[in-house]
């Protein structure tokens, strides 16, 4: 497909959605163990947004799935720069993270949907493809809205009686992550969250509607039986803010994950916060989030010739790997204890992590990771293939003020959790070393600090 380059710096945008909901049967990640579809609640999507200025052009894909790795998301990639002669540093490439999608990085207990895998990048490069025939002339305008009452750190610190079993170590963590069962046993959150949801609105030169690209930090609703293919409030958000709009042609809602890693819609200090009711959460979440855009539509500022830059940049970062002991010690668990019947349990997840030391020792010593900076007129958007937690969100938008940044998180490459260094020391799901939290302590220092470098090189500072 030959770009068609847009003039006298006016922007050109299109967006377009393709239908990837799995089939029933197929595997449902990412999860401690597999899960196998039985019902569809709603479909999946990967949706594309193409913006154009002279002889800059850029997509934004957004993927209803939980995890894409690294190489998956390259062979993407070069599909869509095979296809559309768009650049892969022009591509930013990441998935919404629902938990209600099919299994194509098998990490932890769970196994790779190999149809499903094969499947997925053709339909994903399709969708830019039909984002660029949709392209026309636009206009951009940027908004934030609070959203509170469905985030909360789903890291505590507990009281001196819990005890915080590492599976691997087998010696106690400072925090616990998601402390079913001991609610008793908190004693505070171990961090602040962000709850501003930002967005970026774009429309034709005649008013119609193209594309709402949202972002906000905090993981999936999860009100939902494991067995069942839903795209979460990711999915809602989008259904109820296009109801509200009319239903516009060729218009596509997109929400993004945001630096959410260590956050939760269920606060384990109100156990009130648990519905009971399937997709009740998912659906208030998702219409108050889209209602969080709509309110602020009149007060908008809209630009015809909103400046398009692009930084990117890739990194090597360091693995941990486990040591010689650390090994036998895996070796010699699975040896003695079968995977069959096991629960979320102590011994369930110590067996879950030592095969995961086993694989991750496998791993090469370092990591490619890469960092996107994106400024359209007066936003600003930051790209990470990582978890990224709520503190280390909150710095990045710090260190721009008066703008409207946010961070996409889960994009272009999957560095899996990258906690604070402080963090890692802590422990917690989220610091346990496994092929899903495998960086060293000072890859949360160096990611951030590029990501500011580069948004720094396309948005000067007075």
């Known amino acids: 497909m030959n770009l068609k380059n847009s003039e006298n710096g006016l922007l050109n945008a299109g967006a377009a959605q393709i239908d990837i909901t799995p089939t029933k049967g197929s595997l449902i990640g990412v999860d401690f163990f597999s899960h196998y579809a039985r019902f569809i609640n709603d479909p999946l999507f990967s949706k594309a947004l193409v913006l154009q200025q002279e002889n800059n052009t850029f997509a934004f894909v957004m993927v209803d799935i939980c995890i894409i790795p690294s190489d998956l998301l390259n062979t993407i990639k070069q599909g869509i720069t095979a296809e559309t002669n768009i650049a892969k540093e022009h591509i930013l490439l990441a998935g919404t993270h629902t938990h209600g999608a099919g299994d194509v990085a098998g990490l932890l207990g769970g196994a790779v949907d190999i149809a499903y895998r094969n499947l997925l990048p053709a339909r994903i490069v399709r969708s830019v493809v039909e984002a660029l025939r949709n392209m026309r002339p636009a206009k951009i305008a940027s908004g934030h809205s609070e959203v509170t009452g469905y985030q909360a750190c789903r890291r505590y610190f507990m009281k001196e009686e819990f005890t915080a079993l590492n599976p691997i170590s087998q010696k106690t963590d400072v925090v616990k992550t998601n402390p079913f069962g001991a609610e008793d046993n908190i004693i505070d959150e171990v961090s602040p969250v962000d709850p501003e949801m930002n967005f970026v609105a774009i429309k034709g030169l005649d008013d119609s509607w193209i594309s709402v690209l949202a972002n906000y930090s905090t993981h999936y609703a999860g009100d939902w039986d494991v ?11 989008a259904k109820y803010l296009s109801e509200e709009l009319g239903h516009p042609k060729h218009f596509v809602a997109i929400m993004s994950y945001g630096t959410g890693a260590d956050v939760n819609t269920w606060d384990f200090k109100n156990l009130n916060s648990f519905t009971k009711t399937q997709f009740s959460k998912t659906k208030e979440m998702g219409k108050d989030l889209a209602e969080g855009v709509l309110k602020n539509l009149d007060g908008l500022i809209w630009s015809e010739h909103a400046d398009l830059r692009i930084a990117y940049e890739e990194i090597a970062l360091n693995i941990r790997k486990p040591s010689k002991e650390e090994l036998d010690r895996s070796e010699k668990l699975l040896a003695e204890q079968g995977f069959e019947n096991l629960s979320i349990d102590h011994h369930g997840l110590s067996m879950i992590y030592a095969r995961e030391q086993l694989l991750l020792n496998e ?90 470098k580069l948004v720094d090189k396309i948005q000067p500072r007075c």
């Open 227 to 237: 067995d069942t293919i839903t795209a979460d409030f990711y999915g809602t958000f």
């Open 363 to 452: 791993y090469p010593d370092t990591h490619t990771a890469a960092i996107q900076a994106i400024k359209i007129g007066n936003q600003l958007i930051g790209a990470l293939g990582g978890e990224i937690f709520s503190e280390t969100g909150l710095w990045l938008k710090a260190q721009f003020p008066n703008t409207n940044y946010f961070t996409i998180c889960l994009a272009n490459t999957y560095d899996g959790y990258v906690p604070p260094t402080k963090e890692l020391a802590r422990g917690g799901y989220e610091t346990w070393r496994a092929r899903s939290s495998f960086l060293d302590g000072h890859a949360e220092e160096k990611l951030r600090s590029t990501l500011k």
